[in-house]
């Protein structure tokens, strides 16, 4: 079992930076690749991009060149520095626990992930 607790939401103005964190603990924690999603109000769950065990990185392309992944497996904690923000990144962040092989193409596969965190909300005014 993992448990995800993320942090770093909050309120920013458009062109603005936040960093999100989600501290993973349970057994093996460390060795599972770490996704991020986010819905906004009455939108589907969205992937954002995940960071795999072996720290090798993958996005959306709607956030790439604007959001970069790092994990420290030490602290077994990944975050998400969101820079350039926009009125459309506004939503509820979601951090997710997955194992298996290590392919792009099954990364925003929300089924695939075992574990949630609660979700923190970033809302980016215009």
């Known amino acids: 079992q993992v448990q995800l607790v993320e942090s770093g939401g909050g309120l920013v103005q458009a062109g603005g930076s936040l960093t999100l964190s989600c501290v993973a603990s349970?057994?093996?924690?460390?060795?599972?690749?770490m996704g991020w999603f986010r819905q906004a109000p009455g939108k589907e769950r969205q992937f954002v991009g995940i960071?795999?065990?072996?720290?090798?990185?993958y996005y959306a392309d709607s956030v790439k060149e604007r959001f970069t992944l790092s994990r420290d497996n030490a602290k077994i904690t990944v975050y998400l520095q969101m820079n350039s923000l926009k009125a459309e990144d506004t939503a509820v962040y979601y951090c997710?626990?997955?194992?298996?092989?290590?392919?792009?193409?099954?990364?925003?596969?929300?089924?695939?992930?075992?574990?949630w965190g609660q979700g923190t909300q970033v809302t980016v005014s215009s």
């Open positions: 349970g057994r093996s924690a460390s060795v599972y690749h």
């Open positions: 960071v795999w065990s072996g720290g090798s990185t």
């Open positions: 997710a626990a997955r194992s298996g092989l290590r392919i792009a193409a099954t990364a925003g596969l929300a089924e695939l992930y075992n574990y």
